[in-house]
């Protein structure tokens, strides 16, 4: 392993406040997290001459706060576009397009302040072959291929609750989580079923909230305020806008491509990883993670959560913040992947997880539309 | 008038009349494609395999099986008598999925089993008629 850093996360920052924050329309948000990333990053926003923005057009946050950048980046893929922000702006910085890019996220999840609406048009694709079916969002259509995973690998309704179990023990460590108090496998059985087999606790909280980063060129990143969080991977995949036509229900096609382009790139293997995250809308998504990224075998996952492997202790810390199951989830969650994978590089971590110079954040967008992966190092990873 | 006047219905735009005018007929068609000929669905003007524009509409045996699925315990408008309900994914046997409803049997983890056998049904959505499944040889 000798990886080259394609650029570096000099500013990271979330909103001051997450939960419940009603007092702050989506914008605000956006702008709260957006002038704590500058300051992070010892800039101003004179200097930022590049936003990348989903949610809200990059050109609705840059207005807003009174920048005119020269590059604009809207990729919109649903709560991973934040990781595919740093993929482009890094590439954008190298051909020159900017020298500070500002990706911003804020989103009004629970309040529901300045925010867009959520149901689909009837035309839309959406509307036409899905929703006609009495589908109440992502918790009645997310985990659709949870029972054939059951059926075809073996995995059990206990494994599937122990994703939950397992990252309330990291984020009863995290004083900013929305829930800590730790939970039991019988305790989420007894949670009220949302939709079988999904129960309360196995669906992510709804907050409000945002994050924002700041990327810049290698050159200089060592001469802000934070230690510079290398960019050594990137990957962006895509796979449906509908989750009916997934090709495999109990594969992530845009985990598994995503991860293959970033770890190549960082010419990684996944036992050079210290630290994971990996995007938890619902219980599934880690489990399918570990298995498309090829952290362990076909059917392995389960066990693997299970017997604490990822929980504090274990050999693979993953989703250290408590996850979008326990630590917030504002609708488009993989902005909190980067900044914990950050926080954990700078060992500023709220639960702190010893030695980590490697980091893999692995988003989702939309229900298995698309994905973006990130691999995030220190100083000490570099070739 | 039926509890399913109030659920969700489609607006069809011209890439997709064709299917909800067979549903309305009774009739579950997709598109077929001439050169490589894999069928497919949703409806699309070129086949996604091989981008060919060569491509036909054909009635389907009506025949699927049961892919995967889950059971909604909060209801969608129009549902709300069906609580618990089974939002499902069925595999036609020309090879596309689709997402639909199961009928005619108990909406129970007892009562779905993956694979099992199903044919296609219809039922309205406000002025549209949409496919939905029942047990193979469970009439309504
Ligand atoms: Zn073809």
Redesign the pocket.
């Known amino acids: 392993m000798s990886p080259k850093a394609l650029g570096a996360i000099i500013g990271a920052a979330e909103t001051e406040r997450l939960g419940t924050v009603p007092e702050l329309s989506a914008l605000e948000l956006h702008a709260d997290a957006a002038r704590r990333a500058v300051a992070d990053a010892g800039l101003t926003m004179a200097d930022i001459d590049g936003v990348a923005s989903a949610g809200h057009t990059p050109s609705a946050v840059a207005h807003y706060l009174g920048i005119t950048p020269s590059y604009l980046d809207g990729t919109m893929v649903g709560g991973c576009s934040y990781l595919v922000h740093v993929r482009h702006a890094v590439a954008a910085i190298a051909a020159g397009l900017a020298k500070h890019v500002l990706i911003t996220h804020g989103e009004s999840g629970r309040s529901r302040v300045g925010a867009p609406p959520r149901w689909p048009d009837p035309s839309s694709q959406m509307g036409q072959f899905e929703v006609p079916y009495g589908v109440l969002g992502p918790p009645t259509m997310f985990p659709m291929g949870v029972l054939r995973f059951m059926a075809e690998t073996g995995l059990t309704h206990e494994q599937l609750a122990s994703v939950a179990v397992a990252q309330r023990r990291w984020s009863s460590m995290v004083p900013r989580a929305k829930f800590r108090d730790l939970i039991t496998v019988e305790d989420v059985f007894a949670s009220p079923m949302i939709a079988y087999p999904m129960h309360l606790l196995e669906c992510c909280v709804v907050t409000d909230g945002g994050g924002a980063l700041v990327v810049s060129a290698v050159e200089g990143a060592a001469d802000r305020p934070k230690p510079p969080v290398y960019v050594l991977g990137t990957g962006e995949a895509m796979e449906t806008p509908l989750v009916s036509q997934m090709e495999d229900f109990t594969r992530s096609k845009a985990f598994r491509l995503s991860s293959q382009l970033a770890f190549h790139q960082a010419q990684i293997t996944t036992s050079d990883v210290d630290h994971l995250m990996i995007y938890d809308a619902f219980a599934h998504l880690p489990i399918y993670g570990l298995e498309d990224l090829g952290f362990v075998g076909r059917g392995e996952a389960g066990a693997f959560i299970e017997e604490g492997n990822t929980s504090p202790g274990g050999s693979l810390p993953m989703n250290t913040n408590g996850g979008g199951l326990s630590y917030t989830h504002t609708g488009m969650y993989g902005m909190f992947l980067v900044q914990e994978s950050v926080r954990q590089l700078r060992g500023e971590a709220a639960a702190q997880v010893e030695g980590v110079e490697l980091s893999v954040a692995q988003g989702v967008g939309g229900m298995f539309m698309a994905a973006g992966c990130l691999v995030l190092g220190t100083s000490a990873t570099l070739g | 008038m039926s509890s399913s006047a109030a659920k969700p219905a489609p607006r069809p735009t011209p890439d997709t009349a064709p299917y909800f005018e067979a549903t309305k007929r009774g009739e579950l068609c997709i598109q077929r494609?001439?050169?490589?000929?894999?069928a497919y669905f949703y409806p699309r003007s070129s086949?996604?395999?091989?981008?060919?524009t060569d491509?036909v509409w054909f009635t389907t045996s009506g025949r699927a099986r049961l892919h995967t699925y889950m059971l909604s315990y909060r209801a969608a408008p129009g549902f709300e008598d069906q609580v618990p309900y089974a939002i499902a994914i069925v595999e036609l046997a020309e090879g596309p999925r689709l997402m639909t409803n199961i009928v005619g049997i108990p909406n129970t983890p007892e009562h779905l089993v993956l694979d099992m056998e199903l044919e296609v049904d219809f039922e309205p959505r406000g002025e549209e008629m949409v496919p939905v499944f029942r047990p193979l040889g469970v009439t309504s």
């Open positions: 494609c001439q050169r490589c000929e894999r086949c996604p395999a091989c981008g060919s491509v």
